[in-house]
């Protein structure tokens, strides 16, 4: 999960791009898996993990309980997601994240918490969105440190660009919203240009929205913090 800039990453000469599968806005990282992270996926995986499928879920009956129902793109090693969903347990959650060690380090405190208002699916979110998730289903989506991608010819893999960001929306109840956090001022300001562009998304607040209380630190977010970086928040909600 380092930030370090892949190679090869010059644009295809057939010019495809991030939303027809061909760039994506993740690495795929080797990434050692602890014993313990191994175990909880093999035990506890079928409790928690939604297999990938071109096909709708049916949210209704995917959880213990239907509740209204929250997304979390990139959560990393699930530090913030499974604390979320252990403190606002009126909502259920779907964490999406390609990374397997992460996958397998929320599983195992998922597990410890006794979540049952929590599923995963180890998938690119952008087709999760796309195949997945029915319209207007989503009560929010969080989005937390995204990758940033700084380098202008890699601005093509950034999640929060004008396609995702409409596919996001769609997806959204009325007054649902989308929820994003950076670390990286230019990406914050770039994002936010993006989503004032989008029809179907409002903000009340004029530059950067104020923390939110209820949201626990990330992992990307304790090591920003501790490199002296700062925190901005956009949050946008579905008209
Ligand atoms: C910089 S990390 C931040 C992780 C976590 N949200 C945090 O704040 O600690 C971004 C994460 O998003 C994941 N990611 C990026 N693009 C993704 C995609 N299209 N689908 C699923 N996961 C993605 C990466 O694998 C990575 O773990």
Known sequence: MDRTEPQNLEPRPDGRRLLDGSVHSYVLRSGRMTDAQRRALEIFGPDFLVEYREAELDITTLFAEHKPLILEIGFGMGQATW??????????????????????????????AGLTNLKIIQHDAIEVLRSMIPPASLAGIHVFYPDPWPKKRHHKRRFMQDGVIELMAQKLVHEGYLYFVTDIEEYARFSKESLDRCALLHTPF?????????????????????????????LYTRI
């Open 83 to 112: 604390r979320i969903a252990r403190d606002r347990p009126q909502f259920n959650y779907i964490g999406i994240e390609v990374h397997t060690p992460g996958v397998g380090r929320l599983i195992m405190d998922a597990k410890a």
């Open 206 to 234: 004029e530059s950067f929205a104020p923390y939110q209380e209820w949201r626990p630190e990330t992992k990307f977010e304790h090591h920003a913090a501790h490199s002296g970086r700062g925190r901005f928040e956009l």
